[in-house]
């Protein structure tokens, strides 16, 4: 069973930058990939990023050169670091773990409670 705390979230204006934690609670952590998705009112919940066992990393294309996913495995924590932010990246973040490279949600099946991010503009 993996544990997953999100933290981070909040309003920020337009163009500015948040760096979204998420502390695992599974020994393992390094085994595990890792991802971001987000949902927004009325949407599906969607990949943001994720980051694999080996350190390669995917990202869904409008997040590309904006936003960034890292791990600390030594502190079983996974970062989205987010810049330029967007009034339409406003949504709930949810960090999820897998354990196999994937980036189908259906096969995460760990997730945390989610972290809401407004963007203003």
């Known amino acids: 069973q993996v544990q997953l705390v999100e933290s981070g979230g909040g309003l920020v204006q337009a163009g500015g930058s948040l760096r979204l934690s998420c502390a695992a609670s599974?020994?393992?952590?390094?085994?595990?990939?890792m991802a971001w998705f987000r949902q927004a009112p009325g949407k599906q919940r969607d990949l943001v990023a994720a980051?694999?066992?080996?350190?390669?990393?995917n990202y869904a294309d409008s997040m590309k050169g904006r936003f960034t996913i890292s791990r600390d495995n030594a502190k079983n924590t996974v970062y989205l670091q987010m810049n330029s932010l967007k009034p339409e990246d406003t949504a709930v973040y949810y960090c999820?773990?897998?354990?196999?490279?994937?980036?189908?949600?259906?096969?995460?099946?760990?997730w945390g409670q989610g972290t809401q991010v407004t963007v203003s503009s």
């Open positions: 999820a773990a897998a354990d196999r490279p994937t980036l189908i949600r259906g096969l995460y099946a760990y």
């Open positions: 599974a020994r393992t952590f390094n085994r595990y990939s």
């Open positions: 980051i694999h066992s080996d350190g390669s990393t």
